[in-house]
């Protein structure tokens, strides 16, 4: 919808771009009110936010790139190209995760008390990079007749897939729910139970959203489901195993 935000002379401000940063700004802030509940130094937050920021961005692209091989394959030039959009977000949370867990080991901090800190911050900087996404016009939803369908402008992706088409705001629903998975989170946070319990929660809330929000996006299919899909099935398993091995070690 609004690709380009403001311009200062022959500086942009991208929308995508605008929101990922800004998330990951109030992410890092929400993590380290959290990290102090854990009794986790402001200085092990600031410190790991580099590496994540760098893993979470290189995650993501490296797996939307790859789901769409077809397209960049004959776009080199397009695949550092992460201003105008394109992340997959469970290549950079696989990735985010990975560094997470090495961080913690060289730093022998406890890795699920920051895994715990950062889960929350983690949707509240999704649900923020969703709005870019709908500003950018990516990431969108299959044609709908429902009267909040929205109708991207020439020259978005969406509108290059369905040109005229109202399609559902796949954005939106994306940033209500999982700002709504941080409100519960933190909620929850207030009677944590056991190191872990929140992580997992949100890894199970998130594999239930993305499993169900995929039937609304515009996707390639393979075998009836999205990749997608089929990448957060074995997520819930793990994460329902996780939270119930963790409750049993505390009890």
Not at 125 to 131: H, L
Not at 171 to 198: C, H, M, N, P
Not at 222 to 238: D, T
């Amino acid at each position: 919808m609004y690709p380009v935000l403001f311009k200062i002379g022959p500086f942009a401000a991208h929308a995508y771009g605008f929101m990922l940063a800004l998330g990951f700004l109030l992410g890092i802030l929400t993590s380290i009110y959290f990290a102090k509940k854990e009794s986790i130094k402001s200085e092990t937050i600031l410190n790991l936010a580099i590496y994540v920021i760098i893993s979470a961005i290189a995650g993501a692209r490296l797996l939307y790139v790859l789901v769409d091989w077809n397209y960049f394959s004959g776009h080199p030039l397009e695949i550092i190209m992460v201003q105008n959009g394109g992340l997959a977000f469970l290549g950079g949370l696989i990735l985010s995760l990975l560094t997470i867990l090495v961080y913690a080991k060289i730093s022998k901090v406890p890795p699920l008390k920051i895994l715990d800190a950062v889960t929350p911050a983690g949707f509240l900087g999704y649900s923020i990079t969703r709005i870019g996404c709908f500003l950018n016009g990516c990431c969108f939803g299959v044609p709908t007749q429902l009267p909040w369908g929205i109708v991207f402008p020439p020259g978005s992706p969406a509108a290059a897939a369905f040109p005229g088409e109202a399609l559902h705001p796949v954005e939106i629903y994306a940033s209500l729910t999982t700002f709504a998975i941080f409100l519960v989170l933190t909620w929850i946070y207030r009677s944590k139970k056991f190191d872990g319990q929140i992580f997992f929660l949100g890894l199970i809330f998130y594999s239930i959203y993305r499993f169900l929000m995929e039937f609304l996006r515009f996707e390639p299919k393979w075998v009836s489901l999205s990749i997608y899909q089929w990448m957060v099935i074995p997520l819930f398993i793990f994460s329902v195993w996780g939270l119930s091995c963790f409750r049993r070690r505390s009890a």
